[in-house]
Structure formats: structure tokens, C-alpha cells
């Protein structure tokens, strides 16, 4: 196990009716004036946004609004969330929502206080400064409710680019899971798909000597692979919600990652996939994850194996070991195509023939990127082929 320093500051507030709670956790983490920042659609109708507005001024916490942000968010709401704040004074960015709206509110917090474009932040700048953001939560899915991580798309290429930072991680996040029992079973598959994501950029690693992490990793798997097909099957199931909705947040705040090489090139691949064609996030893993499994399960085939043994609980073939590998990977394919997700370009909307500009969005160039294994881009254009003609 390498040597790390694991701070995960944020307070979670989880269960049914903590929404009410919202203002307290904002005035706690010194909110005076807030930009309640969501997508629109489900938030308003459902009734979340008028309990969030009664909570801000039972708090006696001022507000104003900011809809309209869309799956992939864009930079062109960042800015105007930005000017915005500043003409009003904001002092803490309230997200309402789900994954998108978490990030492009965390984009707007570091846009503030910064003099020059806040893109130059998702395009390596580091973060230095950012206002405080608090999360209440409607989607399990892409753990920023926990973590420092944003992602947003550049309109003028439909760049998709991402950032970190400590200044990122919300002060709380409120975090009920009845408020997903109203979601499509798509986008519940889609966030399902996600989680699982985020636990096998971290899972699959060269480093040795990892168990505990391996293990925490496994039940958060595991946990998955059992509760999705259930709330799919019904999505009144608060239980699972709430198993599904905490395993989201445990999958993304790194505790299953800390102190091993992590990979994370499925998510650069997928991210070119949904800024080119604007799909769900958790759709183009499901294409993509598998594609680059089966590319790079010889650099270490027993460690594809304990997946497949550990996780879908396929049977060790050690006269064999890389058959059991290809049925791991096979099994984790099957169980995306069950709970309604795509698994080759085809049923995801993607065109083989724009491979090579995949390809040239990633940007390898001439050189190698990723931590379990290295890509060039003769690498990434085989993946993305893989993945164009997947089958079960």
C-alpha cells in the first residue's frame, strides 16, 4: 500500500425529509446570501425547490435562482452563473440536483473569486480559491456530492474536461433517497452504472498489498449488482434507494482509493463519447468499461479474475485463468445489457466511422496516458473499435 493523506470533510445529511433541512446547513457553513443553482424539470415539479426555498427563509438566508442546467453541463450557464454571483453579492452556491448540477455549480464557486476565465481551472490551472457549495441530492450517481471533482463541457468543440480540488468538496449534502424513487429506470441504470465506474478506475491497479481498499471496493460492487436489478423492478423500493444512494457517495469520496495507483482512462474515453454525442454519462461507461477491459485484462489477468470470483461470482478456472477473466468481463456486460443499458455504439447512438476523432479529442499524441495501463492512441482507437461491435 502506497502512503496517502485521505480528508473528506463533508457532512452528510441522509433520510427521508432532510431537504426541509437545508437552510440550517447552510447558515452552519456561513451562508448569508445563496445562488440556488438546479436543473429545472423534476426539481420544480415534484415540489423539492419550493421546500428548499421555504428552508432558506425559515433560515432567514437570502437567495436568488439559477435553472436550466443540462445533462453534460455546459459552460455557457457557468459563466452566466458567475456573473450573476457576482453582481449579487452570492457568498455560498447551493446545488439542487444531480451530478451535472453539482459540477456546474462547483465550477461557478471557482469562477467567482477568480480574475480570469474559469476554464483555465479544466484546463490544468489548479484551484486555489473557491466559494462554499452545498449539495441536496436527487440522483445517486456521479459522487459529487462527496468528492472535489467537476466536469464540464466546452460548447465551442463540445469539450468535455474535468477538475479537482479540496476547495471543491461540498460542506454538506443532504441526501434523501425517496427523492429518486420518482427517477426513470434509465437514468437509475445510468447512475448505477456510474458508481460502478468509479470503483473500477480505483480497483484495477498495480499496486500491491491492497486488501482492505480491494475489499471495500467489492461490497460496494456488490452491493450494486444486487440492489439495482431491485429498485429497476420497483422504484418505490426505499431501501435499496438508500443502500444504491450511500454506495454513490462511498464509491466517489475515495475511501476505496486511497493508497493504490488508480487508472480512471474509461472515464477520458467515455467523456469524448458524451461531448461528441451528448449522451448519458453512465450509458457510455457501459460501453466503454467492458471494451477496456477485454483490451487490457493480460497486464494482470488474476486481478481480472478476482472480480469475476469475488464480484459476479463466476468459478476459478486455473488451468485456465484468463477464461475466467473474459467470463468476469462477460458477466459485467451481461448485467449492464439486464438493467437497460447499451453496450456497443450502436444501441448508445455513436458512429464507428468518427473513431479517429474520438481518437484525436482524447489527445495521447504521440505519448501514453492512464494508470493501470499506459494507452497510446493506437491503444484508445482499438477500444473505441471494441466497443463499437460489443456483443454479449
Not at 246 to 269: F, I, K, M, P, Y
Not at 298 to 317: D, K, L, Y
Request: net charge negative; hydrophobic share 40%; with cysteine.
Amino acid at each position: 500500500m502506497e502512503n496517502f493523506n485521505f480528508y473528506s470533510p463533508t457532512e452528510f445529511v441522509f433520510g427521508k425529509g432532510r431537504a426541509a433541512e437545508t437552510g440550517i446547513y447552510v447558515r452552519k457553513y456561513g451562508g448569508t446570501k445563496v445562488l440556488m443553482h438546479y436543473g429545472g424539470g423534476s426539481a420544480v415539479r415534484s415540489g423539492l425547490i419550493d421546500t428548499v426555498r421555504k428552508s432558506l427563509a425559515y433560515a432567514g438566508i437570502a437567495y436568488c435562482e439559477l435553472g436550466g442546467v443540462q445533462p453534460n453541463p455546459r459552460d455557457t450557464l457557468v459563466y452566466k452563473g458567475i456573473e450573476l454571483c457576482r453582481n449579487e453579492g452570492i457568498d455560498f452556491i447551493l446545488a439542487v440536483g444531480g451530478g451535472s448540477v453539482i459540477d456546474s455549480s462547483k465550477a461557478i464557486a471557482l469562477g467567482v473569486p477568480y480574475a480570469g476565465d474559469f476554464w483555465d481551472m479544466y484546463s490544468g490551472k489548479p484551484v486555489e480559491k473557491a466559494l462554499p457549495v452545498g449539495t441536496v441530492l436527487t440522483i445517486a450517481a456521479a459522487g459529487s456530492e462527496g468528492s472535489g471533482d467537476s466536469v464540464i463541457t466546452k460548447e465551442d468543440g463540445m469539450l468535455k474536461r474535468g477538475t479537482g480540488s479540496e476547495h471543491l468538496r461540498p460542506k454538506f449534502s443532504v441526501m434523501d433517497p425517496a427523492l429518486t424513487q420518482t427517477l426513470p429506470a434509465y437514468q437509475t441504470a445510468c447512475g448505477a452504472t456510474d458508481i460502478m465506474a468509479h470503483v473500477f478506475e480505483r480497483y484495477f491497479t498495480n499496486t500491491k498489498e491492497v486488501e482492505i481498499t480491494d475489499r471495500l471496493c467489492e461490497a460496494v460492487l456488490l452491493t450494486m449488482v444486487r440492489e439495482t436489478p431491485r429498485v429497476i423492478a420497483d422504484p418505490d423500493n426505499y431501501e435499496a434507494r438508500a443502500n444504491i444512494m450511500w454506495a454513490g457517495t462511498v464509491a466517489h469520496t475515495n475511501l476505496c482509493g486511497v493508497g493504490r495507483e488508480q487508472d480512471w482512462n474509461s472515464h477520458g474515453l467515455e467523456h469524448e463519447l458524451s461531448g461528441l454525442y451528448d449522451v448519458a454519462h453512465g450509458a457510455g461507461l457501459a460501453v466503454i468499461m467492458p471494451a477496456w477491459m477485454e483490451f487490457v485484462h493480460n497486464h494482470n489477468v488474476m486481478r481480472f479474475c478476482q472480480m469475476a470470483t469475488r464480484v459476479f461470482g463466476c468459478q476459478m478456472n486455473y488451468e485456465d485463468p484468463e477464461a475466467t477473466a473474459l467470463e468476469g468481463i462477460r458477466c459485467f456486460r451481461s448485467f449492464l445489457k439486464s438493467i437497460g443499458m447499451p453496450i456497443n455504439f450502436a444501441e448508445l447512438g455513436a458512429k464507428e466511422e468518427d473513431i479517429p476523432t474520438l481518437v484525436e479529442k482524447f489527445g495521447v499524441g504521440d505519448g501514453r496516458t492512464g494508470g493501470f495501463v499506459k494507452l497510446s492512441a493506437a491503444d484508445v482507437t482499438e477500444i473505441y473499435k471494441i466497443a463499437a461491435h460489443a456483443a454479449l
